[in-house]
């Protein structure tokens, strides 16, 4: 059974646009984590947030917002004012204490930030 | 603090060849992650060192692969008798342990052709 699912494979929109990442997950652990991070075209896996599961307060980073549900298992990241330099395949993990806190990882999402 | 190194970036090697990557770590982090990706997928979880010592291995490192992290600073990922199907990505993350956030290297990538 997936633990993490990201639902949407590819989202395209025009530059300045907001866009939102969802992101669900189960688990059976009280304690764990959330995770997203971007892997632009070059490779690199760049690491946005880690959120525990205590924590239920929303996150904004300037244009960078993290939306986390416990009710609904959701982690969602939304993107306001789009940029081109966003684009870039987004993952969203779970770490969870049953699993020794290893990585599992979302299929991911292709956002194409289009000019 | 200097993050997470890895090299070569890039490897093309021919079938039947080993191949040796390295990955240097964020100094002080005990944890070092290899993950293998393939195009259009996550990363796959092959390995993970406390320090020196190998704690777990996925099923999907076969015999042809090995890592070690002999003085619990950088770690190498040798692949034996390469095949074709050994062509991906190969990252590596380090951690100050195992709740904490992994920071990821650039990847090397491999292409056996």
């Known amino acids: 059974a997936q633990k993490v699912t990201q639902a949407q494979t590819e989202i395209s929109v025009v530059e300045k646009e907001d866009v939102t990442l969802d992101c669900v997950y189960e688990?059976?652990?009280?304690?764990?984590?959330l995770f997203w991070y971007k892997q632009p075209p070059s490779g690199e896996l760049v690491f946005l947030i880690r959120?525990?599961?205590?924590d239920e307060q929303n996150e904004i980073s300037g244009r960078y917002s993290w939306n986390f549900q416990k009710s609904t298992s959701s982690f969602n990241f939304t993107i306001t004012a789009s940029q081109v330099v966003d684009s870039a395949v987004y993952f969203c993990?779970?770490?969870?204490?049953?699993?020794?806190?290893?990585?599992?990882w979302g299929a991911g999402t292709k956002l194409i930030i289009k000019p | 603090d200097t993050g997470v190194s890895q090299d070569p970036r890039h490897k093309i090697t021919k079938r039947g060849q080993n191949v040796t990557f390295r990955c240097d770590p964020i100094?002080?982090?005990?944890?070092l992650y290899w993950y293998r990706q393939t195009l259009g997928q996550g990363p796959e979880f092959l390995t993970y060192?406390?320090?020196?010592?190998?704690?777990?291995k996925s099923r999907l490192l076969s015999d042809r692969f090995s890592a070690e992290r002999p003085k619990g600073s950088f770690s190498t990922l040798e692949i034996q008798r390469t095949e074709q199907g050994d062509s991906a990505m190969y990252l590596c993350?380090?951690?100050?342990?195992?709740?904490?956030?992994?920071?990821f290297g650039p990847g090397t990538r491999l292409l056996v052709l």
């Open positions: 993990a779970l770490s969870e204490e049953y699993s020794n806190y290893q990585l599992i």
């Open positions: 688990t059976r652990d009280t304690t764990y984590y």
């Open positions: 060192f406390q320090n020196e010592a190998q704690l777990e």
């Open positions: 100094s002080e982090h005990n944890r």
């Open positions: 993350a380090s951690s100050s342990g195992g709740k904490e956030t992994q920071y």
């Open positions: 959120r525990n599961s205590f």
